[in-house]
């Protein structure tokens, strides 16, 4: 199923693509969002950004209000310091680090892409480190692609498949998109063209 949706999309006319793309920044503010106590998010020159220092205990988080169930999601990053995640189909919890589900490890190490699951199973996938030498380029803005449909999560970097992960039963099914800013780092985060695609 996973494989023929992905089919699907390839295959519409760019202008039955465009309509089924939903932009999720403005360019301009954070309507749409909400954040977590942690760091501060803010919009720069167009661009969310997102700083914290190694004093903050707690994970900062910027939230969408709406949740999601299957899509395909894409934003473009670039790390100055720290690591970062893009969250999806996560849900709120009481604690420091905000929220449990997955994140796709946005970094500057050779994880950058893979599966880690906050408040659960910790990595569950792991990108080949020679294969992420070859599509990222630390400190360049990099395009991120995740496609979360059912049961299967594929993360791609720049257009090439880093990480998947078929057939968990055990992954959330639906819920919120949120970009992270780790606690106890120095962090400098951005990101821009964020968009989902609900299938």
């Known amino acids: 199923m996973r494989v023929f949706l992905l089919i699907l999309v390839s295959c519409l006319p760019l202008s039955a693509q465009s309509a089924k793309w939903s932009p999720l920044f403005n360019g301009t503010d954070l309507t749409g969002w909400h954040t977590l106590p942690g760091g501060k998010w803010e919009v720069v020159d167009g661009v969310i950004t ?24 894409r934003a473009k990053f670039k790390v100055t310091k720290g690591d970062s995640g893009l969250y999806f189909r996560v849900q709120k919890i009481n604690n420091q680090v905000a929220v449990k589900g997955f ?21 569950t996938k792991e990108p080949d480190p020679k294969l992420i030498a070859k599509v990222y380029y630390p400190g360049e803005w990099t395009q991120i692609t995740v496609t979360a449909i059912g049961d299967d999560i594929t993360v791609s970097l720049n257009g090439v498949v880093v990480t998947e992960l078929l057939g968990d039963k055990k992954c959330l099914k639906q819920g919120h998109i949120a970009l992270q800013l780790h606690s106890k780092q120095e962090m400098h985060v951005e990101f821009k063209d964020l968009a989902i695609f609900e299938l």
């Open 50 to 73: 997102g700083t914290s220092g190694k004093s903050e205990k707690r994970h900062g988080l910027l939230v969408t209000d709406k949740t999601y169930k299957n899509f395909i999601l």
């Open 103 to 123: 994140q796709a490890e946005v970094d500057n190490s050779k994880q950058v892409g893979g599966l880690y699951e906050t408040a659960g199973r910790a990595w």
